[in-house]
């Protein structure tokens, strides 16, 4: 499995190009509250922000290129609520109409990179981001209970959670569990300790990791020591910064 990504002028995306190998066991894909605009080679579609661990299979030889957003941008310019794509990857055309979907798409198949970086750059231009988004980001990250966010950015909680669905796909408690959870994977599979790992990412104890663990992988801290786990560094984007792939078959 072969990964690249840099970063694009628009802020909060990034692009992205994977190459599958088709392994047996498929790839974990991690949830982030990210949206990804995806070509396979096919056909444009758009990976939903996803409440927990999925498992990809990808094609053997199949190469996908693609677009992430984080902290909103991803609903601002694609023109979608990020809940209404939560846990699923539809086609463009179920979303956009027919004609510019193919329009996009006979752009994309002959120059995928340069066409979807432009793409973003124009729609950037046109649709305005709400800041909003990159704002609960920083609060979620720094900590910041669901009470606290709310009074730092003059909204109820209702109003909060609300706003974080369209944003990210899901509420910000569930938003800070996939984050958390993201940070956790990267030190678990660096190695770390699990009861260091458990007080670095804020959970209440060693056994609150474990739960956690198996509630979003369905699976055990251990075993994300271990392969395909291991390989998924270029498929974790739940650190809050846009890095990986989201890819479905």
Same mark, same amino acid.
């Given at each position: 499995?072969?990964? !690249?990504?840099?970063?694009? #002028?628009? =802020?909060?995306?990034?692009?992205?190009?994977?190459?599958?190998?088709?392994?047996?066991?498929?790839?974990?894909?991690?949830?982030?509250?990210?949206?990804?605009?995806?070509?396979?080679?096919?056909?444009?579609?758009?990976?939903?922000?996803?409440?927990?661990?999925?498992?990809?299979?990808? =094609?053997?030889?199949?190469?996908?290129?693609?677009?992430?957003?984080?902290?909103?941008?991803?609903?601002?310019?694609?023109?979608?609520?990020?809940?209404?794509?939560?846990?699923?990857? #539809?086609?463009?055309?179920?979303?956009?109409?027919?004609?510019?979907?193919?329009?996009?798409?006979?752009?994309?198949?002959? !120059? #995928?990179?340069?066409?979807?970086?432009?793409?973003?750059?124009?729609?950037?231009?046109?649709?305005?981001?709400?800041?909003?988004?990159? =704002?609960?980001?920083?609060?979620?990250?720094?900590?910041?209970?669901?009470?606290?966010?709310?009074?730092? +950015?003059?909204?109820?909680? =209702? !109003?909060?959670?609300?706003?974080?669905?369209?944003?990210?796909?899901?509420?910000?408690?569930?938003?800070?569990?996939?984050?958390?959870?993201?940070?956790?994977?990267?030190?678990?599979?660096?190695?770390?300790?699990?009861?260091?790992?458990?007080?670095?990412?804020?959970?209440?104890? !060693?056994?609150?990791?474990?739960?956690?663990?198996?509630?979003?992988?369905?699976?055990?801290?251990?075993? +994300?020591?271990?392969?395909?786990?291991?390989?998924?560094?270029?498929?974790?984007?739940?650190?809050?910064?846009?890095?990986?792939?989201?890819?479905?078959?």
């Amino acid at each position: 499995m072969r990964y !690249q990504e840099r970063a694009t #002028p628009v =802020r909060g995306t990034v692009l992205w190009q994977r190459a599958s190998d088709g392994a047996p066991g498929g790839t974990p894909i991690v949830p982030d509250g990210c949206v990804d605009l995806v070509w396979d080679g096919r056909r444009l579609f758009v990976a939903g922000p996803d409440t927990a661990v999925r498992w990809h299979q990808g =094609r053997a030889g199949t190469t996908y290129v693609g677009l992430r957003f984080s902290g909103g941008v991803g609903p601002a310019l694609l023109g979608v609520l990020a809940n209404d794509v939560r846990d699923r990857t #539809p086609n463009l055309d179920e979303l956009w109409p027919a004609r510019e979907v193919r329009g996009l798409s006979e752009r994309v198949e002959a !120059q #995928p990179l340069v066409t979807l970086e432009s793409w973003a750059l124009e729609r950037a231009a046109r649709h305005p981001v709400d800041p909003f988004g990159m =704002r609960v980001l920083t609060l979620v990250q720094a900590g910041v209970p669901v009470a606290g966010m709310a009074t730092r +950015l003059d909204v109820s909680t =209702r !109003q909060l959670h609300r706003r974080c669905l369209a944003t990210f796909g899901y509420g910000p408690r569930h938003l800070a569990r996939v984050l958390r959870f993201g940070r956790a994977l990267e030190a678990i599979r660096a190695g770390e300790p699990l009861a260091h790992v458990a007080a670095v990412c804020r959970y209440a104890d !060693q056994a609150h990791l474990t739960r956690e663990v198996r509630a979003l992988a369905g699976t055990t801290p251990s075993a +994300l020591r271990c392969e395909p786990y291991t390989e998924a560094s270029v498929a974790n984007r739940s650190t809050g910064r846009p890095s990986g792939s989201k890819t479905t078959a």
